[in-house]
């Protein structure tokens, strides 16, 4: 089956930035969108990001610091975010679709803290 494996989480400051990497198994011309979800501790997984046929679209929280993009010689999925705040530390997890069904990467864990 599809497995995607999301990598580039880390420890940064608030306004720093980071680059998460989601690298699928096979060739992503397969999937109809690819995105990348958020969650914290008790709460619901929201919506970040997401890319479909070259557009891409963007939770209000997120939208004008975070862009989606992909490569897919390389098969792989990025999210690159700048000035980051405390409030967007969460496990992020790619996701990618195609007709009829949806896969969900393990996440990684981003913390935006001082």
């Known amino acids: 089956q599809v497995q995607l494996v999301e990598s580039g989480g880390g420890l940064v400051q608030p306004g720093g930035s980071l680059s998460l990497s989601c690298a699928a198994s096979d060739s992503i011309f397969r999937f109809t969108s690819m995105g990348w979800y958020r969650q914290t501790p008790g709460k619901e997984r929201e919506f970040a990001a997401a890319i479909s046929s070259g557009i891409t679209n963007y939770a209000e929280s997120v939208k004008g610091r975070f862009t989606i993009s992909r490569d897919n010689p390389k098969n792989t999925v990025y999210l690159q975010m700048n000035s980051l705040k405390p409030e967007d530390t969460a496990v992020y997890y790619c996701?990618?679709?195609?007709?009829?069904?949806?896969?969900w990467g393990q996440g990684t864990q981003v913390t935006v803290s001082s």
């Open positions: 996701y990618a679709a195609e007709l009829g069904r949806g896969y």
